[in-house]
């Protein structure tokens, strides 16, 4: 690689700037309520064990959520993590797939056979969701090594969290796409805790955007709040790895508002901390910011806020009723074309037929 890049903060921005779209922002704020009120409805749905398995929730993530994807183009590819409910919405998916799946139903975008954790859907290019912590890393790395190699124009953005920044994955990813120049942006929302411990007392360095500097890479922190921020930010660096296909690690300050997961009551935090997370809900926020600036008055929020609730309704209905899959479909995606001496045996199948 050439000189080495100076790692840099950047400057968030208010999120209704004179250069916005007043549309622009308006469908904003209907994608992040449609992510908080998919995401609340999810949550409701397990406590009536409609949705089994873990089941982690974007809820006040919706800022981050919406300015990444508002940065990539249909052609570029998205890795996640286990927490990619908004993520699929925001692609592009019907809420009604990306529910049915929670549900575990054959119209889901895996086929019902996923769950919450490994959403997957190749025409909108989300490449999946991933159980193991940092096990999207090395697969997007690998899709940008394809891109280059096929020397096609599309960008890989693989988003972790805070507490896969500790795990080899992490540094053997950015530094292979380092080294071969793959265009790959590195996304770490950080929220602050690793399940329950603080990225402080993790990771002896906190702000972790500076470990770019480590592989010669540029990288970069923004309030993971303010949507258009995120965007900008998000722009900056899809689009240096779209044009000199080089790799970008940016990192995102959002924080979750509840636990972990759905079942985590997040008991590690203080009564203040609870307090403090309502006062900097990205939602609540951005909703205030619009309304100060004229951008959207009450009426038209209530009106956004009816249908998006009667979306999400509609998409716990459709899953409601959609069939479980068949148990004979279960191989039917273990490998892209037949492989000789697969496996199709069930639990309960000998293991040598009589």
């Known amino acids: 690689m050439g000189e080495t890049s100076k790692t840099r903060t950047a400057r968030p921005r208010r999120t209704t700037g004179a250069k916005a779209q007043a549309d622009t922002l308006i469908a904003y704020y209907r994608q ?37 994807m508002a940065a990539l183009e249909p052609r570029d590819y998205l890795f996640t993590n286990y927490r990619e409910h908004g993520y699929a919405l925001s692609r592009g998916i019907e809420s009604r797939r990306v529910m049915a799946e929670l549900y575990g139903r054959a119209t889901g975008v895996s086929k019902g056979w996923g769950g919450s954790m490994h959403l997957f859907d190749a025409e909108t290019r989300l490449l999946g969701g ?44 950015l530094n292979l796409a380092a080294l071969w120049n793959l265009p790959v942006v590195f996304v770490v929302v950080n929220n602050g805790l690793g399940m329950g411990t603080t990225v402080d007392n993790a990771s002896a360095e906190p702000e972790l955007y500076r470990r770019a500097a480590a592989y010669r890479m540029e990288g970069a922190r923004v309030d993971g709040h303010d949507v258009v921020a995120v965007r900008d930010a998000a722009r900056i660096a899809v689009e240096r790895a779209r044009r000199e296909s080089k790799p970008f690690l940016l990192e995102t300050t959002s924080l979750r508002l509840r636990g972990h997961s759905v079942v985590d009551p997040a008991r590690y935090r203080s009564r203040e901390e609870k307090e403090d997370l309502k006062a900097a809900d990205p939602l609540a926020r951005f909703a205030l910011d619009l309304e100060e600036s004229g951008v959207l008055d009450a009426e038209a929020r209530e009106k956004i806020d009816a249908e998006v609730v009667a979306e999400v309704e509609d998409a716990a209905a459709f899953a409601d009723e959609s069939p479980y899959p068949d148990v004979s479909t279960l191989f039917d995606y273990t490998y892209a074309t037949p492989v000789a001496g697969e496996s199709r045996r069930l639990p309960a199948d000998p293991v040598f037929p009589a």
């Open 32 to 68: 992040m309520l449609l992510v908080r009120r998919f995401e609340e409805r999810a949550a409701r749905a397990y406590t009536e064990a409609k949705i089994g398995g873990y089941c982690h929730l974007n809820l006040g993530e919706e800022a981050t959520v919406v300015g990444l």
């Open 130 to 173: 991933y159980g193991i912590v940092g096990g999207q890393l090395p697969l997007a790395t690998g899709a940008g090594l394809a891109i280059s190699y096929r020397g096609g124009d599309e960008v890989v953005m693989c988003h972790m969290g805070d507490g896969t920044t500790n795990i080899g994955a992490f540094h053997e990813s």
